[in-house]
Every structure is written in C-alpha cells, then in structure tokens.
C-alpha cells in the first residue's frame, strides 16, 4: 500500500496552511519549496494564522522542526501575528509534537480538533441513546440482511464500516456474512467502548474498532471492498465530504453502501395526520442543526456527484410488524425524548409547540401499539460502485 | 543480598517480529525507513485495541529509531529490529554497527533521557537548533512517546538501542 502522499496548502480565505499526508525527508532541503510556500503564508497572513495538521498521518523531526522553526522565528519578528495550530485527536502524536510549541511561544496556540466541531453531533453521540440504537440495528437488519448482497455483500471480503456507532451491524455482518476483515471506525469514544466490550463478552476479537474522524481517516486509499455508512451521511453537516472519503478508501470496483432516512415519509394509522405534523417537524429541526434527515431520497444524487458509477437505490420500510411492536414504539420513545425533549428545547422552541411535537410521536406510538395499527419508519439503501 | 536490595524481576516481553538485512542495503535507500516503519507498525498492531492508530502512533517512533541508526551507523554489517510485546508495551531492540566516536555519543544522548532537565533540553533544542539533533530524537522519544530507552553494548562494533514504548495506554 502506497503512503499516503504529502500535501501543503494555504487557503488565503480562511487563513488557514494545511499540512495532510506523510512527510518523512532525509533533509530539509526536500521540503523546501512547502516551507517557502510556509512563509510566504505567514508573511501574507494578518491576525491569526491557523495551521492545520488534522490529516497530518506522519511527520518526522526533520520535517517538525523546520516548519515548527519557520513558525517560532516568525514569532520573533511579528508581534501583530497569532498561530493557532489545529491537531487531531485521532492522530495522538501530532497533539502530543505541537503543544510544546505553545510552551515556547505565547503566540502560539494547539487546539485539539474532535467531534464537539460537528453542529448536533452530541444529541446522537449520548449513551443514553446507546439501547435504542441496538433496538433499531435490530429491526432494519430483518431488512439488511437480504438487501445486503445485492450490494457487495460477500463472504470472504474486506470491509469497513464507517461511523459505525456501537459496532452492532458490524458483529450481525460478520456473523452473517463472514468477511476476510471489518475495520469499524466511529469518532464516539464511548459508543466504541460499548462495541468493544459487546465485541469481547460475544468471544469476537477480529473486528477492528477504530476512533476516527469519519470526513479525515487515517485509512490509506483503495483498500475496502465494501465501505458501509448507515445512517450518518444524514446527520452529518457536509455530507459530500465524508462521501469523499468513503470513496477514497474504497477499492476500484469495490462498493459505498449508504442508509438514510426521509423522516418526513414516517406514517401511521390511526392519528396519521398529527404524525405526519411531527415528522414534518423533525426535518425542520434536523435542518435547523445542520442535519438532513431528508436525504435517503438525494442518495442516489449524492452517489453520483462523488463520482460512483452502477448506483442502485432501494428503500424499505420498517413497521410495528417486524417482531415485536413493543420495539417499534420503544424507538419513537427514545426519539421523542430527544428530538422533543432535548433538540426543539435547544432550539428555543414554545411549549405549546413542543407539546404538539410530542403528541405526533405519541400518536405514532398509538399506532404502532394498536390491534389494527400500522407504523412505519423508512429508509432508503443505495450503492454505488467506484470505477476501475 | 537481601530483599531489599534486589531489583524487580525484568518482565517477559514475548517477541512479535523481527527483520536483519545488511546494513550496506539498509543505508542505500532513504524510504527503507518508512517502509519498514510502516509495515512493521501494521503487523505487531492488529490486535491491539484500536489497531489503526497504535499502528500511526508505533510507526512514528520507529521511524525515528530507524533515522537514527540510518544517520549514525555505518555501512558494514548488519542491522536488525525486533519487536516485543509484554502487556500495553511494546519493546524495539534495534542493532546497528556504528563507528567507535559515536558509541560515546549514544551513550550521553540515552543518559540525557533519564535526565531531570530533559523537557528543558528538548524545548530549548526545538527553540534555536536549525535542525534535529539524533539526542533531540532520542529525547522526543522520551517525552511524546513516554518511551523508557537504554543502551546495550555486548557486541561491538553494534550497539542496540532498547526503546520501551507504552503506547497501548496512550492510544486507548
């Protein structure tokens, strides 16, 4: 596998000089034109300079302290310039290299770049929502497990499941379908503890859990035959970048399965009508936090744009007949109680009108839980294919 | 002697993966050390607990260790690097022959680890020195990878630097 190769950029709009990839020289003179490019930044920028190394994967001291030098000199003859240097907490050396530098200089400041950057992340990041989220891999993988293959699922191949929560599709795929290998990556520390300790009370000790940045992987390119993402491009504020990596980390030939949903298109009978109120508000408050609940349909728009080819789109439905209803309105529950009782109260949202927000949910519920009931939540699956 | 006096009873470090080549191959490509670095990294960290970045973070020390012994060593016989493992640490012995001026050296820069004023040196070599000195890599070691390192000496002209990484409970 090749390394992943050196970038040095500067963006004169944001201020900011992105380093990515690895940087290993025998001597500086061999990144002498990026430290050219360097200061050249640093002589153009006025205020703050942020220097980013979030996808730095590898840089050694030769290559630290000539561009940490051009940095500490530039200190000492502009006063009227501040840095701010923008780490990883995935790539834990480069926090661990670069907050000497604030030791040095006082101008100089590390931020450390985790998941507390991405708008409404921390509503599905709680663990309280950890048992709904086994509840729901439960019900759609009825489904999954035998759409999956006309997506790339095979035996025998390698796979990685990206944001991959607490690792439950990843345990009910290897079962099923026994890949060669599943690397499973989430920026959740505790969603990926929770996996880990399922992972080793199940004997299974082959799924390679990983914390990671979903949109900055340390993965190297062209390595999955099938890259799986449910249901996160939708709670993710810039969808097409994460696509972009989805893509990167997939071989050519190989396969990026997605899962979304169109919250708006959940339905009920009895009390359809409040339903469709509520989940009407649900896209409208996702959206207010940067997340489009509304993009299982945009899939295959999504898919193509990012440059997949063979795209395959289908949706299903889960209802209060797959198993137990009980399940189906336990996730409503949960749902109400955090779109409800959590995001709409963030958002500054009247009682009056989170009093009816509820009730669409409770209605939904009703429905779920009647003899003659019907409720459904769906999901669109697409694929697409990365050419050769 | 008595109880008091003995010291505590080495560990077992279990081997992983080792490799020896010439060192007149070694020293004729650069990119050797970040191609063993990189493969050796991927290998002995499949099965730790978050195997990709064990794997960045064990790759970049060694790395440095196979820097050193590319800059100071010299092109008759042979280098070789083993690694071991006993509980979160991992343990890199690597040999390398090298002129008997630089034994001297080695010796200081590993001793300069165990200082006090380590992260004073450190900080004061990354604030005026030009470039990185092989101590300044010996003592980065020592403080971004909590590394315990030391100098064996049994099989002149090699020496082989002894580098305990705890990167097990960084990483996780």
């Given at each position: 596998m090749l390394a992943a190769p050196f970038q040095a950029e500067f963006d004169a709009n944001s201020q900011e000089f992105s380093f990515a990839g690895v940087v290993r020289p025998?001597?500086?003179?061999?990144?002498?034109?990026?430290i050219s490019m360097f200061r050249n930044a640093i002589e153009e920028a006025r205020g703050v300079l942020y220097i980013n190394v979030k996808r730095l994967a590898q840089m050694n001291n030769t290559a630290f302290h000539a561009f940490s030098r051009v940095v500490l000199d530039a200190c000492r003859t502009r006063s009227d310039i501040r840095f701010v240097v923008v780490t990883s907490s995935v790539v834990g050396w480069t926090e661990r290299m670069f907050r000497h530098l604030g030791k040095i200089e006082p101008q100089i400041t590390v931020e450390v770049y985790d998941s507390k950057f991405y708008p409404g992340q921390a509503f599905v990041e709680d663990t309280s929502f950890i048992p709904i989220l086994r509840t729901q891999t439960k019900m759609t993988w009825r489904h999954e497990?035998?759409?999956?293959?006309?997506?790339?699922?095979?035996p025998g191949i390698t796979m990685a499941d990206i944001c991959c929560g607490i690792g439950d599709f990843a345990v009910l795929v290897r079962k099923e379908f026994q890949p060669a290998r599943i690397v499973a990556l989430d920026h959740s520390k505790a969603s990926l503890a929770y996996a880990r300790d399922v992972a080793s009370n199940f004997g299974i000790s082959d799924i390679e859990y990983s914390y990671g940045d979903a949109s900055e992987m340390l993965l190297e390119d062209n390595q999955f035959d099938l890259v799986t993402c449910r249901h996160s491009l939708q709670i993710f504020n810039q969808p097409d970048l994460l696509l972009k990596e989805l893509y990167r980390i997939c071989k050519?030939?190989?396969r990026v399965y997605i899962t979304n949903e169109k919250n708006s298109h959940c339905l009920g009978e009895?009390?359809?009508q409040s339903i469709q109120w509520t989940y009407n508000e649900v896209a409208r408050l996702f959206a207010h936090f940067e997340m489009d609940v509304e993009l299982g349909p945009k899939s295959r728009?999504?898919?193509?744009?990012?440059?997949?080819?063979d795209i395959l789109v289908e949706s299903f439905m889960v209802t209060n007949q797959d198993g137990d209803p009980q399940d189906f309105a336990d996730i409503i529950t949960a749902w109400e109680n955090v779109y409800a009782g959590e995001m709409a109260v963030k958002r500054g949202d009247p009682p009056e009108f989170i009093?009816?927000?509820?009730?669409?949910?409770r209605d939904h519920i009703f429905a779920a839980l009647h003899p003659k009931g019907y409720a459904g939540w769906p999901i669109w699956a697409a694929s697409g294919r990365k050419p050769l | 002697m008595n109880a008091a006096h003995r010291q505590p009873a080495e560990p077992k470090f279990e081997p992983l993966l080792q490799f020896e080549m010439e060192m007149g191959t070694f020293l004729s490509d650069?990119?050797?050390?970040?191609?063993?670095?990189?493969?050796?990294?991927?290998?002995?960290?499949?099965?730790?607990t978050d195997p990709l970045r064990h794997s960045n973070f064990f790759s970049s020390a060694l790395n440095e260790l196979l820097e050193v012994s590319f800059r100071g060593g010299s092109p008759e016989g042979r280098i070789g690097c083993a690694v071991y493992r006993h509980g979160p640490k991992e343990r890199v012995k690597i040999s390398f022959p090298c002129p008997a001026g630089q034994r001297q050296f080695f010796r200081e820069a590993v001793a300069r680890t165990h200082g006090n004023d380590a992260y004073a040196r450190y900080l004061d070599a990354l604030s005026t020195d030009?470039?990185?000195?092989?101590?300044?890599?010996?003592?980065?070691?020592?403080?971004?990878?909590?590394?315990?390192?030391?100098?064996e000496e049994q099989d002149p002209p090699s020496i082989t630097i002894v580098v305990d990484l705890p990167l097990e409970g960084i990483v996780s």
């Open positions: 025998r001597s500086v003179d061999e990144i002498a034109h990026s497990r035998k759409i999956l293959p006309r997506h790339g699922m095979r050519p030939g190989g009895p009390r359809a728009r999504y898919l193509a744009d990012a440059g997949f080819d009093k009816r927000f509820r009730q669409g949910f | 650069w990119h050797h050390c970040d191609q063993l670095s990189t493969y050796m990294a991927r290998m002995i960290s499949h099965n730790r030009l470039a990185p000195s092989r101590e300044v890599v010996l003592l980065d070691l020592a403080i971004n990878f909590d590394a315990e390192i030391r100098l």
